[in-house]
C-alpha cells in the first residue's frame, strides 16, 4: 500500500507525513536532496560484468532449480538428477548446467509480489513495484548508470528481446538492442555505395559546419550531440565489431551452445563481455506453461540447458566466470500443483534464481522453498535483494540516489540487502 | 466556413486510414490562407512583452532583438505543423510585403491540414493516448476530429471525462478505457492532465511536498466511482461506458465496511465577479459565431452518441443487468458531468491556466510554472501575471487553441534570438523569456524535416534506376501430418513471418515468386525495414523454438531478390503511437506514453547518430535524384543555384560567401557531382543547425 514514494521510506517517515505547510514542506524537499550521496567510489568491485538471463512467462521452478523428487504429485514426469556440487539436485532437463553446478549457486526462496507477467517482470527487472507516477529503470541501466565504459561497444546490450525502459535513468542507459544474435546490426556499417572516405569526409565537414554554428550559440547538449557521432564512428570502426560475428568461433563451440537464438544470445553474451560490455541481458520466452508443461519444460530445457552448460564451463575455463557474473531469473514460478491440462500457473510464492561467478560463492544453494514448493521455508529473498546482491559484487552501493528529472532522489535498490552468505570476503 | 470546416475533416479521416502503409506524400501543399475573425484583445501580444519586460527589468535584463524573416519561418513552421518549409513554402513567404510576412504566415500555418496531424500529436502525449490499441485509436481520431473542427479546449476535456456509451469510432471515451475505468487512475490522470497537478501520492499517504489530503484524493476519485466498462463477448464490438448505482469508492480506505465516500471538488473556485470582464468578451464570441458552429452540442450528455438499436446491447457482458438497466446507465454519467463541469468550468482558473502554460511551454521551451505538470505553492510561476493574463486570454477566446497559440506567436517574446555563446547571463536570460532558447527537434520534427528536405515524399528516382539485390531466408512451414484439405501456412518474407496467412503446400514457392513480384509489397517490405525498423519484429520467428514445434515442419529457404529501391515517406504524425521501441521515433525519444508525466526524451544517443548516419532515411534524403529540381541545377556551370537550392530545402536560409566557398572547395575533391552535393545533403541534414530550431 505504501508503494508510491517508496523512495522517502528512509526519511523519518513520520515527520513527511506530519508535514502539511507548505514552508515545512520546501525544508523537507531540501533535506532530502542533501541525503543524495554517492557512497559508491571507495567500494572494491568484485566483479565487472553481469550476464543476465531473462527467462519470461514465469519459468517453472520444481521442473528446474528446485525439484521435491520426494512427492510425485508435486514432481510430475521429471525425475531429480545430482550435480557436480554436493547436495544440489536440478530438474532433469537440465543435465549440462548440472554438469556446472559446482561454479554456481542457487537461491530457493526468492518470492514476489506479482501475478501478472507484466507487473511481475517489472518488479523483478526493477525491484520496484509498477507505479502510474514513475518509470523505474531496469537492473541493466541501473548498472551502467554507475560503471564507467569500458571499450568501444554499448554499456548495455539486450539480446533476442527487449530489457525494460531506462526510465529516469535516461536515454544514455538504455540498452543497445540485438535482435538476434548472429545476424549483422543494419546500422553498424555505412549503407550500400558509400565508401569509408565519403563518409570520413562528410563527418569532418559536420565537425566544421558544428563548429561554426556553436561558436555563435550554444546548448548544454551540443557537445553531447556530437559526441555520438564520434561515438557512432568509433563503433562502427571498432575491432570490437567483431564480437557480433559468430562465425568466428569454432564450429564445434556453436554447437556446444545449442542451434538456437537463445544459444547463440549466450555465446554472443559472452564475447560481448570480453570486449568490456557491462552488462548483458540474453531473453527467451515462452515458460508460461498453463498447459502442457512437461512437454514445453522439456523443449525449453533442451535450448537452455546446454546453453547455461557452456556459458557457464567457457566462462570459467577462461577464468572469466571471477568477474562476470551471471544471473537466471524469472518473473515467477509455477503451481507446484499440475492443473488439469498438465500444465502450471503463475506462481510467484517462492521460485528460484540461479547465480554464478562475480565472486559470489559457488555450489551452495541460499534459502529453501517448503516441502509443498509453495512458499520460502527460511531466508526468503526479495528481488531487491537479488539486485542489492548485484549492486554490492560491482562495487555499487545500493543505496545510492539519484534524482528523477523532476528532482525526486530515489534509490538504486528500493528495499533489499545483499545476500551476505553468498558473499565471499 | 463550413464548406472549409467539412474538407478539413475529410482529408484529415481519410489519410489517417491509411496510416500503415508506407508511400503517401506529406503535406506540402499551399495552404488556404482564410485569415480568421479575431475576438482576442487586439494588444494581447503586445501586453505579454510588456508583462515579460516587467520582470527581466527588476533582474536587470534586457531582452534581446527579434530573428529574421527565414528563422521566424522556420520556426513557427516547426511550432505549428511539425517540419520545416519546404522550398516553395519559402518562396511564398518572401512574395508577402515584409510587415504582413509574418501574420499571414501564422494564418496559413494555424488553418493548414498539417496542423492537425502536428497537435494531435501534442494532445496524444499529454493525455498518454496509445493509438497501437483499439481504444486508443478511437480517442486518437475523436482528438483529430476535434481539432479539425476547432472545438474549444473545455469541450474536449468535458467530452472526455464524461464520455458515456459505445467506445466505436472516434470517441472521447477512450479517456477512460485507457485506465480501464479504474476510479483512482482516473482521478489521477484528470487532474495531472488538466489541472497540472500531481495528487496521486496522496492515494497512500498525505502527499509529502504538497498539500494534498488523501480524502481529497479520494473525493475526486469518487467521481469516477461509479464508472462502469462492459466488454462485449464478442470481439466485433467495442466496449461500452457507463455509470452504475454503486460508488465504489470507499472512506476510510481498505475497510471494506466503510461507506461510499460522496465526491467532493478540493481545488479553489474563483468568484464570478472577478472573471466578469473575460466571461463578457467569452460570451461576446460565442454570440458572434456562425450559424453553422453553433450547430455543434455543447451539452455533456450528449457529448457521446448514446446507442440506439436494441442489439447493441446484446453483448453486454454484464450477468446482473438487464437489457433495460443497461440501456439506461449508458445514456447517462451524471457524476461525471458534474465533474466535467467543475474541471471546465471558467471559475476554475487551473484548467485555462494549465493548457495555457502548456502551450507556452511547448513553444518557448519552457513553462511559466515548469514543469508543466507540477502546479502548487512550493513551484510557484515565474511570471504570475503572465499566466493570469494567459489564462484568462484563453478563457476569453472560449478555449480556442488556435488563437492561444496565434497570440504567443506574434509577441516578440516568441520572436527573440538566441542568446550568444559567450553571453555571461545566458541562461538567466532564457529562464526569463528574453532570449529564446535553443530547443532541439522533437522526434516527428526530425523525420518529417528530413523527408520533406530530402524530397522523399514522392519517389525521386525513375523506375528502374535502382535496382538492389537482397538475399534472405525464408521459413516455410508445413504441417507434418496434414489433414485434408491441406494447409499449410503461407511461406511469408522475412520481415513479417507471423504464420498467419494460408495456401496451398503445392503453390508454396509459386507463393514465394508471387510475393516478390508485388511491387506494393516491396513496398511494405521496405517499411517494414526502414520505417518500423523493429528488428525484434524482424526476426522473432525464424527460430524453430518459438513455434509449437509439433504440428510443423519448417523449411529454410534461402531467395535472392531484386527491388526497385525508390522509397517515399509519410509523414510521422501519423504513425500510431507509441512506435515500437527499436522504431526511429522512439529512438529519437518519442514519449512511451504509457505513465502520467511521461514525455519526450530529448537526450542525444549512440543509436541516433547510427540510423543518421547508417540508416535510409537520411541517406535517401541525402541521395540524389533525377526527378528532383536539384537535378536540373546539377548539369549548369555555374553550382551556386544548386548550393542555395541545398540550403534553402535544408535550413531555410541563403548560404553565406564562405559557405558558397567551402562547398566549392568540396566539389572539387568529390568523384562526382552528384556524390558530392549528396554528401553536402547529408552534413546540413545532420547538423546541430537543422537540429536545433533556430
Known amino acids: 500500500m505504501d508503494y508510491c514514494c517508496n523512495s522517502y521510506k528512509t526519511m523519518t517517515r513520520r515527520n513527511v507525513l506530519q508535514a502539511t505547510g507548505a514552508g515545512l514542506a520546501t525544508l523537507l524537499t531540501m533535506s532530502v536532496r542533501s541525503l543524495v550521496v554517492h557512497a559508491g567510489q571507495d567500494r572494491k568491485a568484485a566483479a565487472d560484468h553481469v550476464i543476465l538471463l531473462w527467462m519470461s512467462g514465469g519459468m517453472s521452478h520444481v521442473d528446474t532449480f528446485d525439484p521435491k523428487p520426494d512427492n510425485a504429485a508435486i514432481a510430475g514426469e521429471f525425475k531429480s538428477i545430482n550435480t557436480s556440487a554436493d547436495g544440489i539436485q536440478l530438474g532433469e532437463i537440465l543435465p549440462l548446467t548440472a554438469k556446472q553446478m559446482k561454479h554456481a549457486s542457487l537461491v530457493r526462496s526468492l518470492h514476489g509480489a506479482e501475478g501478472d507477467h507484466g507487473r511481475a517482470t517489472y518488479n523483478l527487472l526493477t525491484n520496484y513495484r509498477m507505479t502510474p507516477q514513475l518509470v523505474h529503470p531496469s537492473l541493466g541501466s541501473v548498472v551502467v548508470s554507475q560503471l564507467a565504459q569500458q571499450g568501444d561497444l554499448p554499456a548495455f546490450v539486450s539480446v533476442s528481446g527487449r530489457a525494460l525502459s531506462s526510465g529516469y535513468l535516461g536515454q544514455k542507459c538504455e540498452a543497445y538492442y540485438i535482435g538476434s544474435a548472429g545476424t549483422p546490426d543494419p546500422y553498424a556499417k555505412l549503407p550500400d555505395g558509400l565508401t569509408h572516405i565519403r563518409a570520413n569526409k562528410r563527418l569532418e565537414l559536420l565537425q566544421q559546419m558544428n563548429k561554426q554554428y556553436a561558436s555563435t550559440r550554444t546548448d548544454d547538449l551540443f557537445d553531447a550531440t556530437q559526441g555520438t557521432y564520434a561515438a557512432a564512428d568509433k563503433f562502427m570502426h571498432s575491432p570490437a565489431l567483431k564480437a557480433f560475428d559468430l562465425d568466428a568461433e569454432k564450429p564445434e563451440t556453436r554447437a556446444a551452445y545449442g542451434d538456437s537464438s537463445f544459444g547463440r544470445g549466450c555465446l554472443l553474451a559472452r564475447r560481448l563481455v570480453d570486449e568490456g560490455v557491462r552488462f548483458v541481458q540474453v531473453n527467451l520466452g515462452g515458460f508460461d506453461t498453463h498447459s502442457n508443461n512437461f512437454t514445453t519444460m522439456r523443449r525449453l530445457g533442451g535450448i537452455i540447458d546446454p546453453a547455461i552448460g557452456s556459458l557457464l564451463s567457457d566462462l570459467a575455463a577462461s577464468g572469466k566466470l571471477d568477474r562476470t557474473l551471471v544471473l537466471m531469473m524469472s518473473e515467477f514460478g509455477r503451481t507446484p500443483t499440475i492443473n488439469s491440462n498438465a500444465g502450471r500457473d503463475h506462481h510467484p510464492g517462492v521460485f528460484s534464481a540461479l547465480l554464478a561467478g562475480g565472486g559470489l560463492k559457488k555450489g551452495t544453494v541460499f534459502g529453501a522453498s517448503d516441502a509443498d514448493a509453495r512458499k520460502p521455508k527460511d531466508q526468503p529473498v526479495t528481488p531487491g535483494d537479488i539486485h542489492a546482491t548485484i549492486c554490492h559484487q560491482l562495487g555499487i552501493d545500493p543505496e545510492t540516489r539519484v534524482e528523477t528529472p523532476l528532482g525526486r532522489p530515489m534509490r538504486l535498490v528500493d528495499e533489499g540487502t545483499p545476500i551476505k552468505s553468498l558473499l565471499t570476503g | ?694
Not at chain 2, 328 to 337: F, G, M, V
Not at chain 2, 646 to 672: F, G, K, N
Open chain 2, 1 to 694: 466556413m463550413a464548406v472549409r470546416r467539412l474538407r478539413v475533416f475529410t482529408v484529415s479521416l481519410g489519410a489517417c486510414t491509411l496510416i500503415a502503409a508506407a508511400a503517401f506524400s506529406l503535406r506540402t501543399e499551399t495552404f488556404a490562407a482564410t485569415p480568421a475573425k479575431s475576438e482576442r484583445r487586439s494588444n494581447a501580444p503586445q501586453h505579454i512583452d510588456v508583462l515579460i519586460a516587467d520582470a527581466a527589468k527588476s533582474k536587470n535584463l534586457t531582452p534581446l532583438p527579434i530573428c529574421d524573416d527565414p528563422a521566424f519561418l522556420r520556426r513557427a513552421t516547426l511550432d505549428l505543423i511539425g517540419r520545416i518549409p519546404t522550398y516553395d513554402e519559402y518562396q511564398l513567404f518572401f512574395k508577402d510585403p515584409a510587415p504582413q510576412r509574418r501574420e499571414n504566415l501564422l494564418q496559413r500555418l494555424l488553418n493548414s491540414p498539417a496542423f492537425v496531424d502536428r497537435w494531435s500529436v501534442f494532445f496524444g502525449e499529454m493525455l498518454n493516448v496509445r493509438s497501437r490499441e483499439e481504444y486508443g485509436r478511437g480517442l486518437d481520431l475523436f482528438i483529430r476530429k476535434s481539432l479539425a473542427d476547432k472545438k474549444p479546449y473545455d469541450q474536449m476535456a468535458r467530452e472526455m471525462i464524461s464520455a458515456a456509451g459505445s467506445t466505436k469510432g472516434a470517441q472521447p471515451a477512450g479517456f477512460l478505457l485507457a485506465e480501464n475505468g479504474d476510479p483512482f487512475q482516473l482521478a489521477a490522470k484528470t487532474t495531472h492532465v488538466f489541472l497540472g497537478t500531481r495528487i496521486s501520492c496522496a492515494q497512500c499517504h498525505n502527499h509529502p511536498f504538497d498539500t494534498w489530503k488523501r480524502r481529497q484524493f479520494y473525493g475526486v476519485a469518487a467521481y469516477f466511482g461509479k464508472t462502469r466498462l462492459y466488454f462485449p463477448n464478442d470481439q466485433a464490438n467495442a466496449p461500452v461506458v457507463t455509470d452504475d448505482q454503486n460508488n465504489v469508492v470507499h472512506w476510510p480506505p481498505n475497510n471494506k465496511k466503510a461507506p461510499p465516500l460522496d465526491p467532493a471538488w478540493p481545488f479553489p473556485v474563483e468568484s464570478k465577479t472577478n472573471l466578469q470582464e473575460v466571461l463578457d468578451r467569452r460570451n461576446a464570441k460565442l454570440e458572434a459565431r456562425t450559424a453553422d458552429e453553433i450547430l455543434v452540442d455543447r451539452s455533456p450528455a450528449s457529448s457521446s452518441s448514446p446507442l440506439r438499436k436494441d442489439n447493441d446491447f446484446a453483448y453486454l457482458d454484464s450477468a446482473r443487468d438487464t437489457m433495460e438497466d443497461a440501456a439506461e446507465k449508458i445514456r447517462l454519467a451524471p457524476t461525471r458531468d458534474k465533474l466535467a463541469e467543475l474541471v471546465t468550468s471558467a471559475q476554475n482558473r487551473l484548467f485555462a491556466e494549465t493548457f495555457a502554460n502548456r502551450l507556452w511551454a511547448e513553444l518557448l521551451g519552457r513553462g511559466i510554472v515548469n514543469p508543466v505538470d507540477d502546479f502548487r505553492a512550493d513551484n510557484p510561476p515565474s511570471n504570475p501575471a503572465l499566466l493570469k493574463f494567459l489564462g484568462e486570454e484563453f478563457v476569453a477566446s472560449d478555449y480556442d487553441i488556435r488563437a492561444v497559440l496565434h497570440t504567443i506567436m506574434l509577441t516578440q517574446t516568441y520572436q527573440r534570438i538566441h542568446a550568444s555563446a559567450d553571453s555571461p547571463n545566458r541562461k538567466l536570460l532564457e529562464e526569463n523569456f528574453c532570449a529564446a532558447p535553443l530547443r532541439r527537434m522533437f522526434a516527428e520534427q526530425v523525420y518529417d524535416s528530413i523527408v520533406v528536405a530530402g524530397h522523399l515524399t514522392r519517389p525521386k528516382h525513375r523506375p528502374g534506376q535502382n535496382l538492389r539485390q537482397v538475399s534472405e531466408t525464408l521459413v516455410i512451414a508445413r504441417e507434418k501430418n496434414p489433414p485434408a484439405p491441406e494447409k499449410p501456412v503461407a511461406p511469408q518474407p522475412a520481415e513479417k513471418m507471423t504464420p498467419t496467412e494460408k495456401a496451398p503446400a503445392e503453390n508454396a514457392d509459386a507463393e514465394i515468386d508471387d510475393l516478390l513480384s508485388n511491387p506494393e509489397e516491396k513496398v511494405k517490405m521496405l517499411a517494414g525495414v526502414e520505417m518500423l525498423a523493429d528488428p525484434q519484429e524482424v526476426l522473432k520467428p525464424t527460430t524453430p523454438e518459438r513455434r509449437p514445434a509439433k504440428d510443423y515442419t519448417y523449411e529454410y529457404k534461402r531467395i535472392t531478390r531484386v527491388y526497385d529501391f525508390n522509397p517515399s515517406f509519410s509523414t510521422a504524425f501519423e504513425i500510431r503511437a507509441p512506435a515500437p521501441p527499436e522504431h526511429f521515433l522512439r529512438q529519437f525519444g518519442q514519449s512511451p506514453r504509457q505513465l502520467l508525466g511521461d514525455q519526450r526524451d530529448q537526450q542525444p544517443a549512440l543509436r541516433q547518430a547510427l540510423i543518421l548516419m547508417n540508416g535510409d532515411l537520411a541517406n535517401e534524403a541525402a541521395r540524389l535524384g533525377e526527378l528532383e529540381p536539384l537535378f536540373r541545377l546539377l548539369a549548369e556551370e555555374n553550382l551556386q543555384p544548386a548550393i542555395r537550392r541545398i540550403y534553402i530545402d535544408i535550413l531555410t536560409r541563403e548560404p553565406t560567401a564562405a559557405e558558397h566557398a567551402s562547398a566549392q572547395s568540396l566539389l572539387a575533391t568529390a568523384a562526382t557531382r552528384a556524390d558530392s552535393l549528396s554528401d553536402l545533403r547529408w552534413t546540413l541534414l545532420n547538423s546541430l543547425e537543422f537540429r536545433y530550431l533556430p
